[in-house]
């Protein structure tokens, strides 16, 4: 979507949209090179429902990574000329990255997984691990209060674990947020 200011005034037409597709192990969106520093690519991948973005670039991206992984709940796998290639889960941890005796990097990713906030969650936990023991992880982060539900059962997705506990997940935990807010502020502003 967004070409370097040299390629753009080479004559490279910008992309619009970043997709994603359905593949055997979920919805996959790509993002390349300079890409990594606008966010309405991010906010393209995150509305076609991107579970895993694979990122091709000789700019390694850093912290953006990171940020990208955390903010829209991506698993993030970026290919960079042999150093700092990375993959990180959805809670935007670094799970391997390479280096340059190692520039090649493997590692599992689970994309059945849901990320949900820890407030109105956390007493839910102890139910659904007494029902689904290690099949249900969850994989907690407490500075950001938010937690990583993969589901390793055959037949019970992290969904439908989500909706078997009622259990909010981050995005609408900001929308519900978001909407307080909206009625806190028209109150204040009749009374």
């Given amino acids: 979507m967004h ?3 040299p390629e ?14 359905d593949t055997d192990i979920g919805r996959v969106g790509c993002a390349i090179c300079f890409d990594l520093n606008f966010r309405d690519v991010a906010d393209s991948l995150a509305a076609h429902r991107a579970e895993l973005v694979c990122f091709c670039s000789m700019y390694r991206g850093g912290l953006s990574t990171q940020i990208w ?17 990375v993959i990180r889960n959805p809670l935007g941890q670094l799970v391997v990255q390479s280096f340059a005796y190692s520039p090649t990097i493997v590692a599992e ?3 059945d997984c849901v990320v949900c906030h820890i ?16 099949l249900a992880e ?20 992290a ?10 997940t981050r995005a609408e935990y900001w929308k519900r947020s978001h909407a307080n807010r909206a009625i806190a502020l028209m109150k204040a502003r009749e009374s």
């Fill in 3 to 5: 070409p370097t200011n």
């Fill in 8 to 21: 753009l005034e080479g004559g490279i037409v910008p992309g619009t949209t970043a997709p994603a597709w």
């Fill in 69 to 85: 992984a955390f903010e829209y709940g991506f698993w993030f796998i970026s290919a960079t000329p042999a150093e700092n290639s």
């Fill in 109 to 111: 990713a689970n994309l």
């Fill in 119 to 134: 407030d109105c969650n956390q007493e839910k936990i102890p139910a659904l691990k007494k029902k689904y023991g290690p």
């Fill in 138 to 157: 969850i994989h907690s982060i407490s500075p950001e209060a938010v937690f990583l539900l993969t589901s390793r059962h055959p037949t019970v997705s």
């Fill in 159 to 168: 969904r439908d674990m989500v909706e078997e506990f009622k259990f909010e």
